[in-house]
């Protein structure tokens, strides 16, 4: 008799960053180890991406050029918007920035990010914090019934 596997669901991860280059890399590196990926180039499309997808886990930058509409979906206004919506507000937030201040890290903790990496990632790291923290989501989630 062998025992039923817990979960044979790949977990989602999404990632939002302008950098196309930083997408790709980061992307390829996730799907090795074993992630469901998607990307989005902008805060509205990382938005929208959300909605559709549902991810486990947000790999989300800070800074975004306006769009088209001159509405700046920054980081921190995709955090905000995340933490209102009933069914992202569990998503947990790694934040990923090039732009490497105390004020940004400490910002991005308060606005809920479970950790903040400074751009160029160290991936090994970054992978660690990742299984650890979809373990420790998968650990706060109800039982099915």
């Known amino acids: 008799m ?3 596997p817990v979960s044979t669901k790949r977990k989602r991860i999404l990632v939002v960053d302008d950098n196309e280059v930083v997408l ?9 180890a074993g992630y469901e990926v998607f990307t989005a180039l902008d805060g509205a499309e990382g938005v929208a991406a959300v909605r559709k997808n549902k991810p486990d886990l947000v ?5 975004f050029p306006p769009d088209v509409s001159g ?3 920054d980081g921190f206004r995709i955090m905000e918007w995340l933490h209102r919506v ?11 920035s090039g732009v490497v201040d105390d004020k940004n890290r400490e910002r991005a903790i308060a606005s809920g990010a479970v950790a903040f990496f400074s751009k160029p990632v160290n991936m090994d790291e970054m992978l660690r ?3 650890a923290t979809l373990a420790a989501s998968a650990n706060q989630s109800p039982a099915p019934a």
């Open 24 to 32: 790709k890399t980061t992307s390829l590196k996730l799907q090795v």
């Open 86 to 96: 009933d069914d992202s507000t569990s998503i947990p937030i790694i934040v990923i």
């Open 129 to 131: 914090v990742i299984r």
């Open 71 to 73: 509405m700046t979906w």
């Open 59 to 63: 790999l989300l930058d800070i800074s």
């Open 2 to 4: 062998s025992a039923e």
